[in-house]
């Protein structure tokens, strides 16, 4: 990401998790951000797709520390996945150690708001009060769950968006071929990767969380609010 484009998108989304924005400032700045990362993601594709040494497939190794390890870790992959990323969770000490499989400027898309996004979160988790007689550890597990689903949603939604409106041809067929890189070059490392085990969380945090996602309004369409969380982080 070109250093005026990273300066601009860091300013939003820095605006966005001051704890003074209201929901509707904080939504403005990281819609705003979210708009320009997706934008930026479909033009290095298609930069890539004319001159495939401008954006090699790569990799990167991120560490998610406790506490809440493996919410973090399922948050990083809703924001991996719609980027066209991939990652492996490795359990590292207390937490996890997240391999990134992805071109360099999606792995840099990824990094950018996966970070923010740690911060806004700490930020919801914090002024939502536990429900009396509830366990507080189980009620912010399902909150961050719920957080990830409507994030990645609303990703994937910002994504197409960027896609559609990219005015080329071929556009659709450029990412697809690049997710398809991204997976064999995953199957290269892990030949014999293995799915996440089901996981099931007692806790009543996640339609509050879910709504804390669709404050963050990351330039989309509204997600409906669903049944219950995903019980897995399905990488």
Known sequence: ?????????????AQAEDPACTPAESAAFTAKATELIARYGVDRALLAARDPATDPVGDRVVEVVAPYARDKAGLLAAVADPMRCRCVRRRHGSGFAMHLFGFASDLERVDVLFTSL????????AGTPVPPGEQPAAFRRSWLAGFAQVIGARLRAAEAEAASGAGEPGVALVLADRSDRVQRRLAEVYPRLRAAPRRRLAGTGFASGADAGRRADLGGPVVGTGTGPERGLGR
């Open 118 to 125: 740690l911060v806004q979160a700490a930020h919801g988790l």
């Open 1 to 13: 990401m070109s250093q005026a484009m990273l300066s601009k998108v860091r300013k939003l989304l």
